[in-house]
Each structure stands twice: as C-alpha cells, then as structure tokens.
C-alpha cells in the first residue's frame, strides 16, 4: 500500500517556468509534510515543510499548498532555473513513539529546467 | 555546511564479508537516527530506527540479523551489513533529527557487493 503518492514521475519546465509537483497521503495520522531534494549521489536535502493547520507556506522561490480536506499537498517552484535540476519527494511525517517524526516518502519527481 | 555525515561513501566488497556504515552529527546530538535504503532511481525505503542506549527498531521486512545497528553515543551510529550478497547493493542514507521535526540527511553510502 503506497500511502504517497506523487506525481508526475517526470517534469520539464523551460526557465523561468513554474514547477508544480503534487502529492496524496493516505493517512490521517500524517501531521507533518516536509519537501526535499536530492542531487545524483547525494542524500536529500530540506527545502520546505508544512504543518497541515496551514494552508500555504512560502520560502523564497518555494511554495508549498496544503489541503486537509482532500489529503494534497503540492510544491511550486517559481521562476525556474537549471540549477533547481533534482529529484524531489515529498514525504509525510507522524510521530514515532511519542518522540521524532518517521517519514514515509513519495516516489520522487525529476525535474529537468531547460535553459 | 554539513550537519550529518557518513562514513565511507564508497564501499565494495566482495560477497559474505560485512561492512560496516557510520553515520554522526556533527553539531548537535541525537538520540535518534534514521537508516534509509534507496535503489537507484527510486524512493527512500526507511529501514530502521536508531536508538542511543537501546535496541533499533526495524520496518516489517527488514532483517535485524542481517542489519545491525549500535547507536554507540549520542553522535554515532552504524550499520553493519553482514554476510553481504548482491542484492544488498544499495545507496545506504542516515539521517538525524536536529529538532523533533526536522531531518538532515548524510550524503550517503554507496555499497557494491560483488
């Protein structure tokens, strides 16, 4: 049972564009939706999370949409460049025991900008 | 500047010997760390979890026996892969929580098992 789903698998967006990755959780349980990005051979990095009491929340050039009702959550990244270039997964967190969040991840998007 | 890392990034081996995986947080301590499993071109697969001063739990499916954990201190822990064949070639990624939510992960440990 995949409780993220992501999509699409792939994205291409000329520079300058608007990246859009949209993600499903499953679980009611989920109370914490962070997004991140990861370069060839490397671990993922942090770019953005949200709590779901929140609808939006915005870093920058990063954009995440958060709807309770339908279980969706998405990232928009605005004014694309090459650099942005990654796999992204957006993952959903709940608590483990009481103490830290355990993150279940989507499948991963990659992105490609074009110049 | 990094705030995990792991140790080494490379490995190859040869079939039934083991090798072990170190993950530390460099400017904070955790009671917890996180193993993932990753194969190329797909998700992060949680494996287990790390435990300073007692046992790590493992995911349904994960074999403890074949994947041991110590969390030695309160900014290390490793993953041993014993008895590795084949199909445990892998791309091997800890991370740390620096605050209840937050995760940082390590760059990664690419293993071969020839």
């Known amino acids: 049972q995949q409780q993220v789903k992501q999509s699409p698998q792939s994205l291409i967006v000329q520079k300058g564009g608007i990246s859009i990755i949209n993600c499903a959780y499953e679980?009611?349980?989920?109370?914490?939706f962070p997004w991140y990005q990861q370069f060839p051979g490397k671990g993922p990095a942090l770019l953005i999370a949200i709590r779901p009491d929140v609808s939006e929340k915005k870093e920058g050039r990063f954009t995440i949409s958060f709807n309770k009702s339908a279980k969706q959550f998405s990232l928009h990244i605005m004014d694309s460049q090459p650099g942005d270039s990654a796999t992204y997964f957006c993952a959903a967190g709940k608590r483990s025991g009481g103490s830290n969040y355990k993150l279940t991840f989507g499948k991963g998007t990659l992105l490609t900008v074009n110049p | 500047g990094a705030v995990v890392s792991q140790h080494p990034s490379w490995v190859i081996c040869k079939s039934g010997t083991s090798v072990k995986i170190e993950c530390r947080s460099l400017?904070?301590?955790?009671?917890?760390m996180f193993w993932y499993r990753q194969f190329p071109k797909q998700s992060l697969m949680l494996m287990a979890t790390s435990n300073e001063g007692s046992k790590a739990t493992y995911e349904q499916g994960v074999e403890k026996d074949k994947f041991l954990i110590n969390h030695a201190s309160l900014t290390l822990s490793t993953l041993t892969v014993t008895s590795a064949h084949p199909e445990d070639s892998s791309f091997y990624i800890c991370?740390?929580?620096?605050?209840?939510?937050?995760?940082?992960f390590g760059p990664g440990t690419r293993l071969l098992v020839l």
């Open positions: 991370s740390a929580p620096r605050t209840l939510e937050t995760q940082y």
């Open positions: 679980n009611t349980a989920f109370d914490y």
């Open positions: 400017d904070f301590q955790a009671t917890t």
